[in-house]
């Protein structure tokens, strides 16, 4: 339940922001941090059980068939993200309160950045990895509203959409990789994949799994060739890239590293790919960052190269490199989170992040300036700084990969090149912003400190990245610990957290690195001369124009396939089906299978003729609208003799009741139609529909004869025989509705209200003019209401209101249930209606149908939920038979619950559509005349 809660608080807090704003912008902050603020003392009082070594789980089932369960997990991998997004987060609460002008509405900032929250914690705590998906694609949406938050800003909306778009197809690749895991694994429980590891790493499958699971964390994680969009997220308010960009979102991707470590790492496969893609976006984000105007677009293109520090870590597959990785992430989101911050400040007492005009900080906001200074040097890998000593054992296990044979040595080169870039672009930071000379032509002039309290997050941040540097062991090592020994899921290689290890080649190359790092950034002019030769690309532009290629491409495909044409459409859905028919039966040695088939009878082939015949002058006759309703209607009623004929009744009375809906609703739609149909078709297109007519009769045919003429296995067995001991009925058909597929009838009606809704939304308020002849020039009769047809109507209507009771009641048992027992219903009501007109029913039935209809879903929906109360799976049933006095003894089920949910859902949707065409008439403006 703690776990529950702890994800749940941040989504129960996004409304108090939004309610407390108008209290003030204190006040408002101070409600956004309640709610994180009490799940993280909930983390932390769970803070010694983790650390020795125990992994607390949670787990509710939702759909246990299908492997989705609202599972959580809270090992120490989990449990350092979850206090990182806590943490950070509170901090970026408390310094947004003084970032955000008061102009803005800080409690939609405030509800986002909780939504987000809610979000990563969802991920980084899910057991389940089809839980933890829902989550991640909720990171996508809910970091989209915070990119664009300036939603009057095009560059926001632009970076907001790249944003969405790439990490949101990474996610589409990750839900593959995911399904083909629990596939591989048998189940989609993180503990049972982690178990499966060696099994899933010896499938065939393998490969394509990591494939797609690598691009989900590429995407998220701005990997290369994925890594443009994380600068142009940059247009967002600096606390979102405090947060999202450095600590949280772009996190998310190396979480999954670690989390999926000891399943997919241990092969060729993951250390090629993993290990160059990490070594490609930590050069390709060094190099660029040094050469970025903007403050936090240097800070973003760092924030690339350090995430491919990371994932070149896990990919090199040692366990002291995940260890090395787990530890980078720690030093990465303080130094990074503050550095965010103090480039937040500098904008907002300048009005600039142009390193080019923002010079001589130091004079004018020297505590600012000596935070960022620190932050910058952990940054760059100085000693007694938390990133120095992440970035040794980075070096030392560059050093101890053995995979390259001859060019082993090119591994760690390249991520000493990259460490010099990382030490030119901070030195950058440091000396351009805080030094070299005095500001240029600054909107805000003379900038002077920030108000004390927007100060005390970098401060906090700082001296983490201080006492992490100078006293390791005392400080970081327990964490580090529970996580990477949940990441790795077993024994800690052995590591030393020192500050000293003597004179060895890492501690060489951080050496190296600082003295080139140096070299390059007082030697920069001429790389900057070069770059600023480079073509220019804005990878903005690049990407709407991919998209609108994309889009145009779409459109092109989609005009040609659909030209408005039914005909088209049904033509080419024929034609593809028959093609894949032939296909697939032309594999088959013989047409025939060994089974033989049964002898027809008389009746049957009688019912066979008549049902034939009647489809075939509906087709003669189709421009006569009204003979072709009719013979349709007999097709119809010979369909529910067949199923009766063998043994269906529910379905027999199913097809029957639809079928007096249907007739009744296409005569009401027909009534505005042309009684007669001019001819349109040409002869070349009568000849296709003829061709596609013979080819789909015969196919079908074929495909009839081969399945029945060969043995097959049949899920009917299994229903039959649980039928009465798994739901406490005997008509199978009923049961499988309303218990076994109760979650696919749930969303049928479901879909069943919506389109109600929908039709009559289009209807409201629509009115047609009335025709007041046939096609032959005959009037219509006077008496729309005919005196017989309504008194037997108003007899009729308690009878079938009795018969529709009977069917609902004995539905379990019997042939029968909620849905035939809505459609009776219905057409009961439905008649009153068409014999006494609208007016006259309404003020007689004041029945609200939107509402039947909801409360239909409602109860249905209502009726699962019940089954978690007594710790069930969703759409349990429970059923037992009872003493009623006068009545006896009885069987009671809560499907009969869900039944009259689905009973009532009918009747309201049904009637919600049938009733309001039948106001649609009137002779003028204003009279109805149905």
Known sequence: MALALIIALPFLGVILPLLAERLGRSACAVATAIAPLIALVMLLSEQSRVFSGEILRAKVQWLPELGLNLSLRLDGLGFLFALLIL??????????????????????????????????????????????????????????????????????RRGARMALTITGGGGLALLAGVLLLGHIAGSFELSQVLAAGYAIRAHELYPVALILILLGVFTKSAQFPFHFWLPHAMAAPTPVSAYLHSATMVKAGVFLLARLYPVLAGTDWWFYIVTFTGLTTMLVGACMALFQHDLKGLLAYSTISHLGLITMLFGLDTRLGAVAGIFHIINHATFKASLFMAAGIIDHETGSRDMRRINGMWKYMPHTAMLAMVAALAMAGVPLLNGFLSKEMFFSQTLNQHKLGSFDWAVPALATLAAVFSVAYSLRFIHDVFFNGEPINLPKYPPHEPPRYMKVPVEILVFLCLLVGIAPAYTVAPLLAAAASASLGGELPEYSLAIWHGLNLPLM?????????????????????????????????????????????????????????????????LASGMIVLVIGLGSLPTLQGPVALSPIDGI?????????????????????????????????????????????????????????????????????????????????????????????????????????????????????????????????????????????????ISVLAIAGVGIYAMLDGLKLIQPIADADGRNWARDRHPLILATL??????????????????????????????????????????????????????????????????????????????????????????????????????????????????????????????????????????
């Open 87 to 156: 943490g950070i987060g509170l901090l970026v609460i408390l310094y947004a309160r003084y970032y955000l002008a008061k102009k803005e509405p800080m409690g939609r900032f405030f509800a986002f950045l909780l939504l987000f929250m809610g979000a990563m914690l969802g991920v980084v705590l899910s057991e389940n990895l089809l839980l933890m998906m829902v989550f991640w694609e909720l990171t996508s949406l809910s970091s989209f509203l915070l990119i664009s938050y300036w939603n009057n800003r095009s560059d926001a």
């Open 604 to 748: 049957t082939a009688l019912g066979l003729g008549i049902m034939a015949l009647a489809a075939l002058v509906t087709v003669v006759f189709h421009r006569q609208r009204l003979v072709s309703l009719l013979m349709l209607s007999v097709v119809g009623l010979m369909v529910a003799l067949a199923f009766a004929r063998y043994s269906a009744p529910d379905l027999a009375l199913t097809q029957l009741s639809v079928e007096v809906v249907t007739v009744v609703l296409l005569m009401l739609a027909l009534f505005f139609l042309p009684a007669v149909t001019r001819v349109e078709s040409s002869s070349i297109r009568g000849l296709r529909d003829f061709v596609l007519a013979i080819g789909g009769g015969v196919t079908v045919a074929m495909l009839a004869f081969a399945v029945l003429t060969r043995p097959y296995d049949s899920i009917a067995g299994f229903f039959l025989a649980n039928s009465m001991s798994g739901g406490g009925g005997s008509n199978v058909v009923n049961v499988i509705l309303v218990d076994f597929r109760g979650f696919d009838t749930l969303g049928e």
């Open 793 to 930: 109507s108003r007899v009729l209507l308690p009878m079938a209101l009795l018969i529709s009771v009977f069917i609902f009641l004995r539905g379990h048992n019997l042939p029968g249930g909620g849905f035939i027992a809505g459609l009776v219903t219905s057409v009961a009501l439905i008649l009153q209606y068409v014999a006494s007109g609208v007016q006259w029913t309404q003020s007689r039935l004041p029945l609200n149908y939107h509402r039947m209809a909801g409360a239909g879903v409602l109860l249905a929906g209502l009726t699962g939920l019940g089954s978690w109360v007594f710790g069930k799976p969703f759409l349990t049933t429970a059923f037992g038979h009872f003493h009623i006095p006068l009545v006896g003894d009885v069987e009671l089920a809560t499907a009969m619950l869900f039944d009259l949910g689905v009973y009532l859902t009918v009747v309201g949707a049904t009637l919600l559509i049938l009733a309001n065409l039948g106001k649609l008439t009137q002779d003028k403006p204003g009279k109805e005349v149905l």
């Open 509 to 573: 190359m951080s050496f190296v690195a600082l003295l080139f790092g140096i070299l390059v950034y007082t030697f920069r002019q001429p790389l900057f001369r070069w770059y600023a030769g480079l073509p220019s690309m804005d990878a903005k532009d690049v990407f709407e124009d991919c998209m609108r290629g994309f889009v145009g491409f779409c459109r092109g495909i989609t005009g040609g396939l659909e030209n408005g044409s039914l005909q088209r459409y049904i033509s080419l859905l």
